[in-house]
């Protein structure tokens, strides 16, 4: 029996007009910006449609804007195909791509994902302004070798998102540093990132203790469907480990490349991206080239994969 994986994007997916025909055609994705709006105070659904990108770009504002845009794919994909969108044997999602995973897994409600969401782009934003920090896509240079980059210049691994690709972290004169270093030991490539801060790494420990208060706020429920955690790289079970794992995931490298490799030996075959943007289904072909994926991010993807 072949077995699928459901799988939310985070963030840098997002872009002005996101979701914007799911919201005018389809009921059930109005209802979930609708209900982000009402959760959050302001209109995020304006943000998401109109923009300014500078804005929807924004920390803050880019994370519960993507939690919401992935949701409402999913409620409208549910609405339109029915069963026909494979039920998922796991869930998983890229830094803050995880807690839409874990609201579909009803751990806890959209609301409050939507809300956890904002307090964490505040949080990680803040923790920014504090400390510049930088991060940086090293393309075509071997994890062992870039960790010791990293050591060498003070930065730290935030991401390993496919063979070939990770992301740096640190002070943004470090990050610098660091890119010259690495391409200097073979790295085809080093990409400066547009973020706000230096996520994933040590700098945001003022973040962290921002989120416990929040998250020790929060009421967490069993999963429903096993959630593969970026720390571990393993199921999520419990809740008091899924709040361990939100606590760990703002200072500690995204496992996405361990992730995929995890759920395909678990049998999985097919991985359905769903979100704004296609960030998740590229890396996913570098990891297992044979694996079947399905992307859902608007109307017409809905509908070709429904007919």
């Known amino acids: 029996m072949t077995k699928t994986a459901w799988v939310f994007p985070g963030q840098g997916s997002q872009s002005v007009g996101m979701c914007r025909d799911l919201y005018d055609n389809v009921k059930s994705a109005r209802a979930v910006f609708e209900q982000a709006d009402k959760a959050l105070g302001f209109p995020i659904s304006r943000l998401c449609f109109e923009g300014p990108e500078e804005e929807l770009r924004q920390t803050i504002n880019a994370q519960p804007a993507l939690v919401t845009a992935g949701y409402a794919c999913l409620e409208a994909a549910r609405e339109i195909s ?3 969108l494979s039920a998922p044997s796991f869930l998983a999602g890229h830094s803050l791509g995880e807690y839409t995973a874990l609201a579909v897994a009803g751990v806890f409600d959209f609301s409050t994902a939507v809300r956890l969401a ?12 504090k400390r510049a920090g930088a991060m940086s896509a090293i393309i075509g240079l071997d994890e062992t070798k870039l960790a010791e980059v990293c050591q060498k210049s003070d930065t730290v691994i935030a991401n390993i998102n496919s063979p070939g690709q990770i ?8 990050v610098t540093k660091a890119m010259e270093m690495a391409t200097a030991a073979g790295a085809s490539r080093a990409i400066p990132l547009q973020v706000s801060g230096a996520f994933h790494s040590p700098l945001m ?80 072909k570098r990891i297992k080239k044979e694996a079947a994926t399905q992307n859902i991010s608007d109307l017409a993807a809905i509908k070709s994969m429904s007919s």
């Open 167 to 174: 992301v740096i972290s640190g002070a943004a004169e470090n």
């Open 205 to 284: 420990q003022p973040a962290v203790e921002g989120m416990v208060k929040y998250l020790d706020a929060t009421t967490f429920k069993m999963p429903s469907i096993p959630v593969i955690g970026n720390v571990t790289a393993l199921p999520l079970t419990t809740p008091e480990e899924v709040k361990t794992e939100l606590r760990k995931q703002l200072l500690s490298p995204v496992q996405w490349q361990r992730t995929i490799e995890y759920m395909a030996q678990q049998g999985v075959t097919t991985f359905i991206e769903i979100g704004p943007g296609r960030v998740l289904t590229g890396l996913i």
């Open 82 to 84: 029915g069963n026909k």
């Open 118 to 129: 904002r307090e964490r782009g505040r949080l990680m934003h803040e923790a920014g302004q």
